[in-house]
């Protein structure tokens, strides 16, 4: 801290250089990850085995967005598959909150459909991890041997079984049933489900993680919670994998196709050796054409999607058989190449639309979140081991996450703006008010609400709820309602064709705002000379700073305008559909 104070004394930009300083050095530092991050995720991508083979035979959308959730029941499936991709590559960058938002949904949206296929019940008052727990063991007892039924099958329970996101607890369950991969590996989905939703909310043992990537810039001493976080995730792909595969294995004979079962079935590559080689660093960056979009790096990943759709008809691009490692970069270069295209043709659409593309309003986009999520970086680093450096660590982390999904048009990027929302509330939380922070902090009962309510936020409540939605994927989502919601809150004076496009975007500067305003508010109380130089640096890059008050004045009051805003229909149908309407004619 002294160090930034003798440059804040100097100049204001001095400070700033340092914080872009800091950011250059964590990409950079991606490419030397240690080898207990990689292996494990290695490990578990070998587990797609013959999946995408299946899935051409089965009529998937080859050319589909891998952040889409599909129109029909193969794209469903297939989205399930490149979500795993998704959270790996964002593993492979270090940023395990975001790989945990994207991995907790999926598998509770897969528990679900394993408790359905098995008749597992969501019982009033039960945990979420303890149901999901059951579901798992059930369906998985005698894999691959299970019941499977055809459909998009979700579990359906009242929503007072299963509490929103902004009343979530603090949970400490005992390990639950197991569930064996390869020959005697256990994994307890218990533990699963309630490690993942303690880290995204701040808490438990993993949080050192968002510490090293956000404040130590993947290049410090490698935390003590790596590997078992890095284990504990890769045993979620690779169950995830499972269900998605038992439900191919059964659109396969559904459809008559008896031949590609017992290959889709195949458990012989679980826990197999995938070696310590990540994705190559380009493949990672996110999707700017300064980086990701780069004209030789898209060459690339569009000539590895060739190669990949060449295996898939039986030929040979390498004049040879690819190895088991070489198979799985392949499988995540086909899914970054897809990502790549339709980021691009994005670009083309607003050219179409616009007459130009305005890459400078980009590039000043992607400059504004680097400096909000530096200054929340460099505070976690002088307030590491304090619940506000952890608040500040994972602000940081998670809108890092939230900008890199936002630009791939991937609604998860909300659920990482939850986190921002909730972090922010805690760190102001903190600062302003200690003694009330130390009670909510000692209670086993606080819920991410009373955050935001004890932050003074209360008019952010439907922003919460909005958020709250797609930080899941289970039977009882609205996404359609939460959208609405997001689109309400803009500006009144945007274009009413273009405000559902830009809802999204709106959410990410909204934090943004929110995110920047704590920063300094936190930073003031350290050191009021770098509090000045982080309002310094918002006045004469970012925007002025009575702007910065301003706006999230108005966006407490749009949104309060919208606490009453219904949530809207479910967003999954299926079996779930008529579950719900039969519960409805009993409850009448």
Known sequence: ??????????????????????????????????????KPVMSALLAIGYMDFAFRKLG???????????GNW??????????????????????????????????????????YNTGVVHKQGESAA????????????????????????????????????????????????????????AVYPVQLLESMSNFLHGRGPWV??????????????????????????????????????????????????????LKILSSSLERQNGGAEPPRLQSLFPLLPASGLQTGTVAGLRDAAKAHSEVMRGKRPAGRLYQDDEFAHLHFYERRARAANWALTAFDMEKERN????????????????????????????????PTGDAAASCSSALR????????????????????????????????????????????STTPKDWVKAAGWNRLSALTRALGEFSHSHANVRLDGAREILEKIQREDLDAEDSIHLARGHALDALTILLLGESINTATKLSPSIGNAFIEIVDDVLMDKGVLAKNREDLLNRTLAQKDAPRGDYSFHGPASALRKDRQMKNS
């Open 1 to 38: 801290m002294a160090e930034y104070e003798e440059m804040a004394a100097t100049e204001s930009r001095h400070v700033l250089e340092a914080l872009i300083a800091r950011h250059n050095a964590r990409m950079l530092a991606m490419a030397e990850l240690p080898p207990e991050t990689v």
């Open 60 to 70: 998937v959308n080859a050319k589909r967005p891998p952040s889409s959730y599909g």
């Open 74 to 115: 193969i794209d469903h499936l297939a989205w399930g598959t490149d979500s795993v991709y998704a959270a790996a590559r964002l593993l492979f960058c270090g940023q395990f909150l975001g790989a945990a938002t994207i991995l907790r949904s999926q598998f509770e949206r897969w528990a679900e459909n394993a408790a």
């Open 130 to 185: 303890s149901y999901a727990g059951r579901a798992w063991a059930k369906c998985h007892a005698n894999y691959p041997f299970a019941r499977r039924s055809i459909g998009p099958a979700e579990s359906i329970t009242d929503d007072a079984a299963r509490p929103s996101w902004d009343e979530e607890v603090e949970q400490h369950s005992p390990d639950g049933p197991s569930i064996t991969i390869g020959r005697d590996y």
């Open 208 to 261: 050192d993680l968002v510490h090293w990537e956000a404040g130590q810039l993947l290049s410090a001493q490698v935390p003590n919670s790596l590997t078992d976080a890095s284990e504990a995730l890769s045993d979620v792909i690779t169950l995830i994998l499972r269900q998605v595969r038992l439900c191919l294995a059964a659109l396969a004979e559904e459809q008559g196709m008896n031949d590609l079962p």
């Open 355 to 386: 007459g130009e593309l305005d890459f400078k309003h980009l590039d000043n986009r992607n400059f504004r979140y680097i400096v909000a999520s530096e200054m929340a970086g460099i505070i976690s680093v002088w307030l590491k081991g304090t």
């Open 401 to 444: 996450t939230a900008y890199w999904l936002w630009l791939e048009d991937d609604d998860r990027a909300l659920a990482s703006l939850r986190i921002v929302l909730e972090q922010s509330a805690r760190m102001r939380v903190w600062t302003e008010k200690p003694e009330k922070a130390e009670k909510l902090q000692a209670s086993s």
